[in-house]
């Protein structure tokens, strides 16, 4: 189930199709989109087929089980226990963010997030004409760290919303107990609303991940966005939950939902779901292991093989952050040489903010010959470039 590649090109695919589509190129091989080259759970192949042979793919409700479902899900690998009212589904996290963005805030105002950071949730900011107010993140060796005096300093600034991300995007930091706990204070301090999107929090590959919801008896001014997208591979059935205990911050949510004509989900967003909370744990648990492999392979291989190329482990995602700076050139000069030399692709730092310059993504989660193929093809430019 993991270890075959599965033809992904011609069936429309983002990750793959778009690469095709803006290089001329067939043979590229993509580590870019934060999705996985496995195929599901056979146990939510097998409800979307029983889904789809009923025929009719009319309005359809949010299940009780699907409600249920999310809150035993939260309570047993996010260790806090929300209610089940305070669970709203929205299709997707960014659109949950855009609505934030829109309905908690005006024009102009500001909204502070951690750079660098995955670039849909910054122009997620930009589109909707508000300020991005930036704290950096502070490389100290191999680790991303907040800048705490910077942070508070900036939540001074008159500042909206704060868009926590954890595990963070690109980066790979799992915040701590203690950073949760500090940021939740600060905002408090100063009257910030919390998103937490923690849309990777089922990959932890060291330490404890730590929910922003296990604070809420502490400050409910916070929106939680959890989904299963991420964990089982399922986010073009666009199906998350925002959590949201404050009653008056939720009921003005869902208004927004309603108001922007959000009603039901997607026909096949109920077996999905609740196939893949239910009874997808055991495809998860070798999911991690294929990841966990080929994460501990690519550290390896691109410190000692790929140097002066330096991975940053992060503790979480599936997703690992590499810095280049040390082969001196340009962005758009070393992108073309992995997509037209390397025939590889790679998510470019850039996209992430100007502190993202000298690094590039990869995406862990692929069969692993296809995997150790893509970073052949690194190594290859990265010789090239000594030439
Ligand atoms: C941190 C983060 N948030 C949100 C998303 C997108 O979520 P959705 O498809 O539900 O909008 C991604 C996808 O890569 C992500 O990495």
């Known amino acids: 189930m993991f270890q075959n590649p599965v033809e992904r090109r011609h069936t429309d695919c983002a990750k793959w199709d778009e690469l095709i589509e803006n290089t001329g190129e067939e043979d590229v091989l993509s580590l870019t989109v934060a999705d996985m080259d496995f195929r599901v759970a056979p146990e939510i192949t097998q409800a979307i087929i029983t889904a789809a042979n009923h025929g009719i793919y009319g309005y359809t409700n949010v299940s009780d089980r699907y409600m249920d479902l999310t809150k035993r899900w939260i309570q047993k690998h996010y260790n806090w226990t929300p209610e089940r009212e305070w669970i709203v589904y929205c299709p997707r996290i ?12 005006n024009a102009g105002d500001s909204i502070l997030i951690t750079t660098p950071l995955y670039d849909p949730i910054q122009s997620a900011i930009r589109l909707n004409d508000r300020e991005i107010v930036s704290t950096s993140l502070v490389r100290k060796a191999d680790r991303y760290e907040l800048d705490f005096e910077d942070f508070e ?3 001074q600034s008159d500042v909206k919303v704060f868009i926590a991300v954890s595990p963070h995007n690109p980066t790979g930091r799992v915040w701590t107990e203690e950073e949760v706990q500090k940021m939740v204070r600060l905002c408090k301090e100063n009257d910030v609303l919390i998103v937490a999107d923690e849309i990777h929090a089922d990959f932890i590959w060291e330490g404890v ?5 296990q604070f809420l008896d502490q400050y409910d001014q916070m929106i939680i966005g959890t989904s299963a997208s991420k964990t089982f591979n399922i986010p073009g059935i666009e199906a998350s939950s925002m959590v949201i205990k404050n009653q008056a911050l939720r ?14 989900p997607n026909y096949f967003c109920n077996p999905a779901v609740e196939a893949a909370y239910g009874e997808g744990e055991e495809w998860l648990a070798l999911a991690k292991q294929v990841i966990l492999e080929n994460r501990k392979f690519a550290l390896a291989f691109i410190d000692q093989e790929c140097a002066p190329c330096k991975t940053i482990p992060g503790e979480g995602t599936f997703l690992l952050w590499v810095d280049y700076s040390a082969l ?13 030399q390397g025939k590889v692709a790679c998510s470019m730092g850039g996209n ?3 502190e993202g310059r000298g ?15 893509a970073l052949t093809r690194i190594k290859k430019c990265v010789e090239g470039t000594r030439k």
């Open 251 to 264: 009921e003005k949510f869902t208004h927004c939902l309603r108001s922007a004509g959000f009603h039901n």
């Open 94 to 105: 960014i659109n949950a963010l855009c609505q934030i963005i829109q309905n908690y805030t």
């Open 328 to 340: 001196g050139i340009a962005e758009d000069v070393w992108n073309d040489t992995l997509l037209h």
């Open 209 to 213: 991940f730590t929910s922003f919801g």
């Open 153 to 155: 300093k900036k939540l």
């Open 352 to 354: 992430f903010g100007e």
């Open 359 to 373: 690094f590039f993504r990869i995406n862990l989660a692929q069969p692993p010959v296809m995997f150790k193929e």
